[in-house]
């Protein structure tokens, strides 16, 4: 399967703890996104990199909210010091930087549960 | 006024129709279009991307774009019941933001027997 996984599919954690998201894009794939969704809603964008370099990070993202490329294939998204609110789907998208069109692929998707 | 709006539905049709999805987007310079389908569960399925005026076809899908009156919208014809679902909008912005995508909030889709 070449594409977009992340890990864990699930997490449910207490209000207070730390928790980590990993996501692996389509291999060929430079551009790699972050995006939360709630019931309901469209997913909305939280930071974007091409290659190891965060390029824009939403205002959604809070101090408690970090990510990482190091190396420019996966990505990592933690938050530190859960809360209610943060319980979503966290989804993570690839694409690549030929023709222009940005046409992104979506993993399937972390479901955060705060409790 | 939201960036991207979607009708929230539901939008139900009978199986063998055809399913009109509107959405209308706010950022005249807007470039790049695209159509997500999302299972109840599943995370978004790229399943039409559009970029001129006009039409853009694909099996089943025709995807209609009108720069001019800021709205796309995507035709589903001989629907079935696996068609049911949710429709995501999204619209790349054409200036600042990189390559994000602003999306609606969805159409939910019934197709019944």
């Known amino acids: 399967d070449t594409g977009v996984s992340q890990d864990p599919r699930h997490k449910i954690t207490k209000r207070g703890q730390n928790v980590t998201f990993r996501c692996d894009p389509i291999?060929?794939?430079?551009?790699l996104y972050w995006y939360r969704q709630t019931l309901g809603q469209g997913p909305e964008f939280l930071t974007y990199f091409q290659n190891e370099a965060q390029l824009e990070k939403s205002r959604l993202l809070s101090d408690r909210f970090s990510a990482e490329r190091p190396k420019g294939s996966f990505s990592t998204l933690e938050i530190q010091r859960t809360e209610q609110g943060d319980s979503a789907m966290y989804l993570c998208?690839?694409?690549?930087?030929?023709?222009?069109?940005?046409?992104?692929?979506f993993g399937p998707g972390t479901r955060l549960t705060v409790l | 006024q939201k960036e991207v709006e979607q009708n929230s539905g539901p939008l139900s049709v009978p199986e063998g129709a055809i399913a009109s999805l509107n959405c209308t987007y706010s950022?005249?310079?807007?470039?790049?279009f695209f159509w997500y389908r999302q299972y109840s569960g599943k995370s978004p399925e790229l399943i039409m991307s559009?970029?001129?005026?006009g039409d853009k076809e694909d099996g089943r899908f025709t995807a209609q774009l009108n720069k001019a009156s800021q709205y796309v919208s995507l035709l589903i014809r001989d629907s079935q019941p696996s068609d049911s679902a949710t429709y995501l909008c999204?619209?790349?912005?054409?200036?600042?933001?990189?390559?994000?995508?602003?999306f609606g909030a969805g159409t939910r889709l019934a197709v019944h027997p």
């Open positions: 291999s060929e794939h430079n551009r």
């Open positions: 999204a619209v790349k912005k054409s200036s600042g933001g990189y390559n994000k995508l602003i």
């Open positions: 559009i970029y001129s005026n």
């Open positions: 998208a690839s694409s690549s930087n030929s023709g222009g069109y940005n046409e992104q692929f």
């Open positions: 950022d005249r310079g807007s470039q790049s």
